[in-house]
């Protein structure tokens, strides 16, 4: 990144610092979604650094980033069933997650099943008595029956999206959200 290009994006990078943080090679490791480039010399005679890059499947993926202050982050944040997920994954003697991504669903609250389904929670930490992680989900639809989705025209939307999306014709699409919440008894 040049000086000129770090200065255009300075403002988009500190927030991501502040709220995000920048995820270790570990994280990246592995994860079917991104894909490890070699340092190599362009034509031109710039020498790239090796990194880290979204995978090249002929699509671009869009997304949204919450502050941690949002109704939605908040709304995540205190919900009962993603807290009892997230602490099923600590171990209290060791004090630590017994992994760095956890995975999570929503059943029992039909908002959040509706409009996050599924995710996975990343760099999961405890600091100063409270939980801290990153929600990270991408939507992909699914389709849903009049039992699974009984509103009509909610389901037709869904099954739309999830036509749209299986002829790629749907552009992909992932969320970010910080989740935080006070700890008790832990």
Same mark, same amino acid.
Request: hydrophobic share 30%; no cysteine.
């Given at each position: 990144? !040049?000086?000129?290009?770090?200065? +255009? ?9 502040a709220?995000? $943080?920048? &995820?270790?090679? #570990? +994280?990246?490791?592995?994860? &079917? ?13 710039? +020498? ?5 890059? #979204?995978?090249? *499947? ?20 205190? !919900? &009962? ?12 003697? #060791? ?16 908002? =959040?099943?509706? !409009? @996050?389904?599924? $995710?996975?929670? =990343?760099? &999961?930490?405890?600091?100063? $008595? ?6 990270? *989900?991408?939507y *992909?639809?699914?389709?849903? #029956?009049? +039992?699974? =989705? ?9 099954? !739309?999206?999830?036509?749209?999306q299986? @002829?790629?014709? =749907?552009t992909n ?14």
């Amino acid at each position: 990144m !040049s000086v000129d290009e770090f200065m +255009e994006n300075e403002k988009a990078i500190d927030y991501q610092m502040a709220n995000l $943080g920048i &995820p270790r090679e #570990s +994280e990246l490791t592995g994860n &079917p979604d991104v894909v490890y480039v070699h340092a190599y010399t362009r034509d031109d005679g710039t +020498e790239v650094k090796a990194h880290y890059r #979204s995978k090249p *499947d002929g699509g671009s993926w869009h997304g949204v980033i919450y502050d941690k202050n949002s109704g939605f982050s908040k709304r995540l944040s205190n !919900s &009962p069933e993603l807290r009892t997920q997230i602490m099923s994954k600590y171990d209290k003697k #060791s004090k630590k997650f017994t992994t760095n991504q956890i995975g999570i669903g929503f059943s029992e609250d039909k908002n =959040l099943n509706y !409009s @996050i389904g599924h $995710g996975t929670i =990343l760099k &999961p930490r405890i600091e100063n $008595g409270e939980f801290r992680g990153i929600l990270f *989900d991408k939507y *992909d639809y699914k389709w849903l #029956s009049k +039992e699974e =989705l009984p509103n009509l025209e909610t389901r037709k939307l869904n099954n !739309s999206a999830y036509t749209l999306q299986t @002829i790629k014709q =749907l552009t992909n699409y992932y969320v970010i959200i910080p989740v935080q919440f006070k700890l008790r008894g832990y």
